[in-house]
């Protein structure tokens, strides 16, 4: 009986053993063959980098004056990942968020939700940085007070952080400047992504400029972050700084923008946009240093408030800016028809191809070419006048025989798609059809009507053409059948022949009508080579990058863009023929009591059609005619005529420029050329 | 009768009556073995939950060690003869964890609050009580045969009490332990195989009845679930596991550094003071640390063992191995879970857990260990 107790004594010794070498066993595979797995898990437990923002570079007129600055804000992070760790999944503690900022819970959510997921909310609302990295839900302008409370008792809000942010302040109240400036954004993950490895990196929570300068000089204007690593424990709380590099402030940027004439561009185009009463109107202004190019102001309308920017925009604000098309800078981006500034350029071919500069023109109240007829703008007609009267009154049947006759001339429809058409090339030799290369982003490069362009247009639209042609508009023709009759046509005459270099194609170009589409700025640049002598200029905004003490960084000069290789004479006689305009042409009206004999301006309207809509409203210009300085040029889409619209704004620009009633913008001569000395600015 | 007459003759005989401590009597061994475990335990606990409560642990375990020494100085036979009353006695303090003055912590109710702050949790005198009782009641009165049918109801009737008592305080580590505690005195008491075999499969009956009607709490099963797989419920219980893995891993084989690392230091690991303690030693004190740690707690079944073997009757061995089970099985069960090979359930490592009624309690196992010693010693031939 006893050995069998002790039998089972033994076993029971055998089964404990087990039990312990099992533990020694399962010990050692942990900390050896799994351990450094386990390690480094340990330490992704344990280290956190905080990244210490850099003071963001400010921006600065060309005299110094401070357009953007920066200031430190404190904001308040929610870290997801420890949110939803919350027994609650964290709704308790939004709740308490929301309540002390005066939120709802649905907003802080939103605000929480990864704009990579399907049902997320529109940017910027939805969060577009790092999925691990804390989203900033309100920042010092939420209310300072309010901040404060959450950051006293920081236990209470477990994943509620408060930070350091770097926030843009705007100390002029009298500019806008939105597209010039841009606007700050949280660095998306693709960004940060793109960015890693380089000499710049982003971190997930770093700012980024969205548009305008911000966007362009980005990387000067951003500075360098600052890295913390700080040893938490599990409740997030900071036990240690491990290491830390500081963060160097980014460089200040000056350009040539003048806040005053900033000021007078954008309240004279939102009082043209204004006298046009259509909502659908939109505007652009641009104010170029003739002989270099530099961007003396630049404005858009709709445009944006970069204010509306700070601590984040809200999502109706935004689908507001959207839907109003203020998220669009025209100046820059604006493709529409020239018109008649197209003009000169049509004079620089003709006199290429021997049309005498003082020879007079027929000028009647319309041209009948191919079984079309063009007419003059109310059909007006002047008999014999000279060129320069053309030019003055706006005569389009002159410049539409001109066209007819050098199409003529090249061959006609004969002409293969490759021959270069010289009105085409006039206007490529003065830079329409490709980007200007201004330091903005996302310029549009319009297109100048020619052989080759309406080619290609064929090749990318022959598809749908043709398969229109074949079906005939079955829709159109239950209710219209000749309307559905003449689509068919059009397209079956497109589809077959739509690649044709046809007689009314040049004549439309060579009055800046047809497929020829430009931007506000591409015509500002061409006008700066007329007044200039014929120098194509790249215009530019930025002038010189300068460090937070005052050392020059870099001086920004404007690429040159060769020339345009015009006769001297002929440019000469643009620019004479051009201050008839003003004087007794199409701006008359507009420029009547300005002092044009003191400050001779040089300028062409224009009345862009537009199918289905008004015309656009042109006015591009230089002054003083005889040794130009600056050049302003205004587009007002559904502005109606040129000399109705677009020229009274410019002449408003050239008051402030002049000083004619008011300060001039730059009281000794011209826009300063010395780089302001901005070390101790600070907004 | 052979082995157990084996006796060790060193012992120099005293005088009649109550002997004082004959020191060469002691298991120094198991004494040291127990004192260096105890004291590195203080070392950890204070690692984990600060000085402060590294020295009440400290003044837990000398007054642990008075009262084991108070344990040896019991008449042997008159545990046996206190055993039903020992029983009732920790019956009624287990009670008491569902009165007003009960505590509950972590889910379970098993504490009871006493004055100054102190908390005591019954279980863990349960635990021994019942492992007396059980002597009593399976080694019989009249020498040592197979328990018969009558004897074994009896004690699976006294075992039942208190296992369900911890199970209705939601105390499932303890029933767990308490469970292997009966199952070992009963096997070596030398129930036949036919009961063992047949409460093993009524057992799993039961825990399958239990699952299936709900009985088990959510939580009980998400923790029995958590071990096998802890990435089903990262945040809950498997968190536990899982950080607890990382803390012993890092470790490394030499360790971070006592008081250096950084998952103890930072409190990454739940309640690394006590039910995750062997987190601490893996972390701070590496492989090295945790096989001494083994080693001591195989050392002291070791001793124990060996005083069950040299026991001078049934009572006697069946109590040593009582104490022996329960040291192996809980600390198989505190440290699997560390290790992520059991579930997690909170029993504290005996010796090494923060706690006054666990350190208590172990010593008064050691004391237990060495009443069995000193009846089994020639000198009471």
């Known amino acids: ?683 | 009768m052979t082995l157990l007459e084996r006796r060790r003759g060193e012992a120099p005989r005293r005088g009649r009556g109550r002997p004082g401590p004959n020191l060469a009597q002691w298991d120094w061994v198991l004494l040291a073995a127990a004192t260096a475990l105890s004291l590195f335990g203080c070392v950890l606990v204070a690692s984990a939950g600060g000085e402060e409560l590294g020295r009440r642990q400290f003044l837990a375990l000398l007054a642990a060690m008075a009262v084991g020494y108070l344990v040896t100085r019991v008449e042997p036979r008159s545990l046996r003869a206190w055993a039903p009353a020992l029983y009732a006695a920790s019956l009624i303090f287990v009670l008491l964890a569902f009165t007003p003055l009960g505590v509950e912590i972590a889910g379970a109710r098993a504490w009871v609050a006493l004055p100054l702050g102190f908390t005591l949790q019954p279980s863990e005198f349960a635990k021994l009580a019942l492992v007396v009782a059980l002597a009593a009641t399976l080694a019989g009165g009249r020498g040592e045969v197979e328990p018969d049918n009558r004897t074994v109801a009896q004690a699976l009737a006294i075992a039942a009490v208190p296992i369900a008592l911890v199970l209705i305080g939601n105390d499932t580590g303890s029933a767990l332990v308490i469970t292997g505690i009966v199952a070992a005195i009963m096997f070596v008491a030398g129930v036949s195989w036919r009961w063992l075999a047949g409460l093993a499969a009524s057992g799993g009956v039961l825990v399958l009845v239990a699952v299936a009607t709900g009985l088990l709490a959510d939580y009980q099963l998400q923790r029995l679930v958590a071990f096998i797989d802890p990435s089903a419920d990262p945040t809950g219980f498997g968190l536990n596991t899982i950080q607890s893995r990382i803390a012993i891993g890092s470790g490394g084989v030499w360790g971070q550094g006592l008081f250096a690392g950084t998952q103890t230091q930072g409190g990454f690991v739940p309640v690394n003071d006590s039910d995750f303690i062997f987190s601490v030693v893996g972390e701070e004190a590496g492989l090295v640390g945790a096989l001494a740690v083994i080693f001591l707690t195989g050392i002291i079944l070791w001793r124990g063992w060996r005083i069950a073997l040299d026991a001078r009757d049934m009572f006697n061995r069946l109590v040593a191995v009582g104490v022996v089970a329960w040291f192996g099985f809980q600390s198989f069960e505190n440290i699997g879970m560390a290790l992520g090979v059991t579930p997690v359930t909170g029993v504290t490592l005996p010796f090494v857990s923060y706690g006054g009624s666990s350190m208590i309690a172990a010593w008064v196992g050691i004391g237990l260990l060495h009443l069995v010693r000193l009846a089994s010693s020639p000198r009471r031939g």
Request: charge should be neutral; charged fraction near 20%.
């Open chain 1, 1 to 683: 009986m006893m050995s069998r107790t002790t039998s089972r004594l033994l076993l029971l010794g055998v089964l404990l053993g087990c039990l312990l070498v099992t533990l020694a066993a399962r010990t050692a595979q942990l900390t050896v063959l799994r351990g450094p797995d386990l390690a480094a898990a340990a330490e992704q437990n344990r280290l956190r980098e905080l990244s210490d923002p850099a003071p963001r570079g400010l921006i600065l007129d060309s005299s110094g004056l401070p357009l953007v600055g920066t200031s430190q804000s404190a904001a308040v992070s929610i870290d997801r990942k420890t949110l939803a760790d919350q027994p609650d999944g964290g709704a308790g503690v939004l709740g308490e968020v929301a309540a002390a900022l005066g939120l709802t819970v649905r907003q802080l959510r939103q605000r929480l939700t990864p704009c990579s997921e399907p049902d997320s909310p529109p940017r910027p609302v939805c969060d577009d940085g790092s999925p691990a990295a804390p989203v900033v839900i309100a920042t010092t302008s939420a209310g300072e007070e309010q901040l404060l409370r959450l950051a006293e008792s920081p236990g209470r809000y477990p994943g509620v952080e408060l930070t350091a942010t770097v926030q843009r302040t705007y100390p002029l109240g009298s500019i806008t400047g939105g597209h010039v400036l841009g606007y700050l954004g949280e660095a998306s993950a693709d960004e940060v992504a793109a960015t890693a490895g380089s000499a710049t990196p982003l971190a997930p929570a770093d700012v980024v400029g969205r548009g305008g300068l911000e966007q362009q000089y980005d990387a000067d204007l951003r500075g360098e972050a600052g890295q913390r690593y700080v040893s938490i424990d599990a409740q997030g709380r900071v036990q240690a700084t491990q290491q830390s590099t500081a963060a160097v402030p980014g460089n200040n940027l000056i350009t040539s923008i003048d806040a005053t004439l900033q000021a007078r561009v954008e309240q004279e185009l939102a009082e043209a946009l204004r006298r046009t009463s259509s909502r659908k109107a939109r505007g652009a202004a641009v104010v170029l240093a003739a002989d270099t190019g530099r961007v003396l102001a630049l404005a858009s309308q709709p445009d944006y408030n970069p204010r509306d920017w700070v601590g984040g925009i809200s999502e109706r604000r935004y689908q507001q800016l959207s839907d109003s098309g203020s998220l669009v800078d025209y100046p820059v981006q604006a493709q529409v028809p020239p018109g008649s500034v197209f003009k000169p350029i049509t004079v620089v071919a003709m006199q290429r191809k021997g049309y005498g500069l003082n020879d007079y023109y027929e000028c009647p109240p319309d041209y009948t070419a191919g079984g079309r007829t063009f007419t003059n703008f109310e059909s007006e007609a002047f008999g014999s006048i000279p060129l320069r009267r053309a030019i003055e009154v706006s005569c389009n049947t002159v410049f539409y025989r001109a066209g007819d006759r050098l199409w003529q001339r090249g061959g006609g429809e004969r002409a293969d798609s490759g021959e270069i058409d010289p009105v085409a090339k006039a206007a490529a030799d003065f830079g329409l059809g490709r980007a200007t290369g201004i330091d903005l982003p996302a310029e549009s490069s319009g297109m100048v009507s020619s052989p080759a362009a309406k080619y290609s247009l064929w090749e990318q639209r022959k598809q749908s053409w043709c398969t229109a042609a074949k079906k005939g508009y079955p829709r159109v023709r239950e209710g219209n059948p000749a309307k559905a009759d003449y689509y068919t046509a059009l397209d079956r005459e497109n589809c077959r022949s739509g690649n044709r270099w046809r007689q009314g194609d040049a004549i439309n170009a060579a009055i800046g009508q047809g497929l020829t589409t430009v931007t506000p700025l591409q015509i500002a640049s061409a006008y700066a080579a007329i007044a200039n002598g014929g120098r194509l200029v790249q215009p530019t905004v930025a002038r010189a990058v300068v460090a937070s003490d005052g050392r020059l960084v870099r001086a920004i000069a404007p690429a040159d863009r060769g020339e345009v290789r015009v006769p001297a004479g002929t440019l000469r006689f643009l620019r004479t023929a051009m201050t008839g305009v003003p004087a007794r042409g199409t701006a008359a009206t507009a420029f009547a009591g300005f002092p044009l004999q003191r400050h001779p301006v040089a300028g062409k309207t224009g009345s862009a059609q537009v199918a289905g809509s008004k015309s656009t409203s042109w006015f591009a210009s230089f002054a003083p005619a005889d040794d130009p300085e600056y050049v302003v040029v205004v587009m007002i889409t559904e502005g109606g005529t040129g000399g109705e619209n677009a020229a009274p704004a410019a002449r408003g620009i050239y008051e402030t420029l002049f000083g004619v009633g008011v300060d001039a913008a730059f009281p000794r001569s011209g826009p300063p050329e010395a780089i302001p000395d901005v070390a101790g600015v600070r907004p």
